[in-house]
């Protein structure tokens, strides 16, 4: 483990997660809005209001009773993917990859029966996986179909791109990379790989896993070096319309990339973490603190988006 001078954390820059909470969560997320980011449900269909892309909703599941019919749900699909509308950190998400005679196949190539999947609904909805344990609803979404771009960098999951946008200006970006340490999920606290990105074109800066820089991937060998991140215009304007989609403040837009439908909102976080700092070995705080000088202003997505670039970017 590291340990760093609080003194030297301050001079990088590093936001910490007291001064996270009280200067920019409490302050530009009223509770109010809480519910439109920390429901699954409730963020898809505000976001389909707005026109923004997400990955499609198969299905809901609310009451016990209705898992009776969950096999001609998911029978009709050869891939989906199942998740609490109120989990957190990941928890509770099933992802399924291939159906055949044989059972269900997660990527990791485990096989499971139709009795396992009802058996991880029913948890869902008892509650298991979400905030406060409380009673939840189950969504069944479309699989996504990643960007081949992605494939030599990332081991039995779907990678996807956490951006901070801060009063609807993107301040910094990273990726998300499996690995057999996570069991395909994009969870740096799971063992995942974290790549900083430039703002200006999407380019890897560095990479942390565990907290550790590393210059390829652990499992498949890839060096981040020559990654780049496609569609980065559309990415950096998809996350900063999420704060007209909701008016919060500080947030985390997880995004996803489709290898037909390009750019996808996959979920919001008004408390996201602080590891992205790590991942781009620069603190947030002279960003956010940079947004919160300027003068009213009525910059469109596009422009908010553009200023990013150019003020945070290395061009």
């Not at 939840?136 to 990678?159: H, K």
Request: proline fraction near 5%; charged fraction near 20%; hydrophobic fraction near 35%.
């Amino acid at each position: 483990m590291f340990f760093a001078k609080p003194s030297k954390l301050r001079r990088k820059g590093i936001l910490g997660m007291n001064k996270r909470n009280v200067s920019y969560i409490a302050k530009y997320n009223p509770r109010s809005l809480y519910p439109l980011v920390d429901n699954k449900l409730k963020t898809k269909l505000v976001a389909e209001t707005a026109k923004v892309s997400t990955p499609r909703l198969l299905h809901t599941i609310e009451y016990q009773h209705e898992i009776k019919q969950l096999g001609d749900v998911v029978n009709q699909y050869d891939g989906f993917v199942i998740k609490p509308s109120q989990g957190s950190g990941g928890k509770g998400i099933l992802v399924i990859t291939e159906r055949n005679a044989e059972g269900f196949f997660k990527p990791s190539g485990e096989t499971l029966t139709l009795s396992d999947i009802k058996r991880h609904v029913s948890n869902i909805l008892s509650g298991l996986h979400s905030l406060g344990g409380k009673p939840d609803v189950a969504m069944i979404e479309a699989l996504v179909q990643f960007d081949p771009v992605f494939d030599r960098y990332s081991y039995e999951g779907v990678p996807d791109i956490r951006v901070i946008v801060f009063k609807g200006f993107p301040v910094m970006a990273m990726l998300r990379l499996s690995t057999h340490e996570s069991d395909g999920k994009a969870n740096l606290h799971q063992g995942a790989v974290g790549v900083g990105l430039n703002l200006a074109d999407g380019k890897a800066l560095c990479a942390v896993q565990s907290n550790r820089p590393v210059d390829e991937h652990p499992d498949t060998g890839s060096h981040f070096e020559t990654l780049q991140v496609p569609h980065w215009d559309k990415i950096l304007h998809l996350a900063s319309s999420c704060y007209d989609m909701t008016r919060l403040g500080y947030l985390g837009a997880d995004i996803v990339l489709d290898q037909q439908l390009g750019p996808l909102l996959l979920e919001l976080n008004a408390r996201p973490g602080l590891a992205i700092q790590v991942a781009n070995n620069t603190g947030l705080e002279p960003r956010l603190k940079h947004i919160e000088t300027m003068k009213k202003h009525g910059f469109s997505v596009d422009q908010r988006v553009q200023y990013s670039q150019q003020q945070f970017g290395i061009l």
